[in-house]
């Protein structure tokens, strides 16, 4: 029964969020009420924390609070501000946690079990989310705490909503029952997309419960739409020196190193730090170092790998390219079948190109304010190529025409220009054009294009992407002053985790923003694992 009621929910919701996406002109009407709502909240929270009120003096003192003082101050917030019994309780926990009292918000929340007050849902979700946060092994009575209030929950609320859920997630991913974020995550799946949080907790819950083929399962699924927190790496770490052998652990390690190789992860310097000091055991020396701009280490003098595919690698590249960008499994992802037909007729009858630009990117990346693209821009590119007597393709959208018909019309003059209808999807073409000119064909684009990468469907033609990516794609920038376009050449080596020979040489990032890469360039900080000898 439970399970029917959830699938009919689940029906429901999904058509509600339809509804929803499409009616823009409705959340459009709704949304100043809303942030007006908010802004007043958030006035009210300000308001009471610079008041002498009986919370405030009670969370600065560090005094312990009993539940007279809770009721206490509960009635005084009400009598004094502009709260009412649904919103009040929020107050004080989100006061709780503003003083970094995460104490008196369990008491808090537990003050309020004990006297039968309705508990909002977001107060829960915060009180459960509170054990993940705390970034710690939880007790047996933590634990059991956990699934307590979780079971109340769910025995209220059957379907719960995508924040609610994230919460519930967080806290179960610490418990036994840890699979039960699976069933929780398709709940949540159907009103919003599982973030960063999310999807570590549950891949570290593996990890930690020695289901390690799903956890790498499930971190090679969603590792290329966002980083993941450090603990999934130190969780790993863990478990592979609690659970494997000795004689396969630099094996077990080495094999995320790869991964992180393969998808440009940088991890934090704590995480680094603490994989390196392990390896070291293996005959290795660990020192912080630098790359020069040729590729070399500055502390074993070893260059970094070249980004140059083999032949039969730049063949399969281009092939799965066109299957899996352009054709696919629906044609009518990235273009019209019209489109699709007028474009191959183009290349089937094209000459190779020396570069293609993308010419929307350029465009927007180099405009002004209030103008609707930079031709010019695309025109001072097109110039460079065509001063170095290269052969130009320009690729971009109709709309373009539209713009400037002179500064158009001297684009022709140099270059072929091949452009796509508006509502179509002219990156795909852009990179099987530059695959089908040749290996030595490069394209002009700030685009990481990592979308496209990641409709890939093997791990290896995403690293072979990436790899050709890194040594023919011309990045630019611009003055923010005169909108001149600056181009950057490719790189010539790799510039993630890679084993040199007997060497590993690995990225590190010092910052502890999880973000993944915004731009291919040479990395600050690297560590070089260095063979000892003997």
Known sequence: MMGLFIRSSTRLLQCAKCMLSTNVAMSSVIANPVNRKRINNQHIFNEIVESDSLI????????????????????DLLETYNLTETNVDSKIYNLCQYYNRLDEAVHYFHFLERNNYEIPLIITGEYL??????????????????????????????????????????????TKRWKETLELLEMM????????????AIISAAFRNQEVPMGWTI??????????????YKDYLTHILNKVDKSKLQEEMEKMFLFWGQHDIKPTEEVIMKYT??????????KPTTVSKRGECSYCSQVLQATTLSKSDFKLLSTSVLSNLIIGKNVFCASSPQELKRYLLFVRTMKPYDVVIDGLNVAYGARKANEPGSLQSV???????????????????????????????????????????????????????????G???YFVSRDLMRQHKAKLDDVNLQIMFRRWQLSRQYKFTKEHKSHFVKLIPPLAFEISAQKN?????????TSHDLLLPQEYTIPPNWICLSKKKD
Request: glycine share 2%; with cysteine.
């Open 277 to 286: 000091n392990l390896y070291e055991s293996f005959g290795y020396t660990a």
């Open 439 to 441: 290996p030595q064909t």
């Open 189 to 200: 799946k159907i009103t919003s997309n599982p973030g960063q949080s999310v999807m570590s």
């Open 56 to 75: 405030i003096k009670k969370m600065k003192s560090n005094e312990i609070m009993q539940d007279e003082h809770w009721a206490a101050a509960r009635k």
């Open 501 to 509: 020979k007997a060497n590993w040489h690995m990225p590190f990032s």
């Open 379 to 437: 025109l001072n590119v097109v110039n460079y190529f065509y001063n170095g007597r290269k052969r130009v393709l320009v690729m971009g959208r109709a709309h373009m025409n539209w713009w400037s018909k002179e500064t158009m019309k001297a684009i022709h003059e140099k270059a072929d220009v091949f452009l796509t209808k508006n509502i179509s999807q002219d990156d795909p073409y852009l990179l099987h054009v530059t695959l089908l000119s």
């Open 219 to 232: 971190m090679t699924e969603v590792i290329e739409r966002y980083p993941l927190e450090p603990r999934v």
């Open 129 to 174: 989310r509170m054990f993940y946060t705390q970034d710690k092994t939880v007790t047996a009575e933590e634990e059991e705490e956990i699934c307590r209030v979780y079971d109340n929950l769910r025995k209220k609320y059957p379907l719960l909503d995508a924040k609610t859920c994230s919460s519930c997630i967080l806290a179960l991913s610490l």
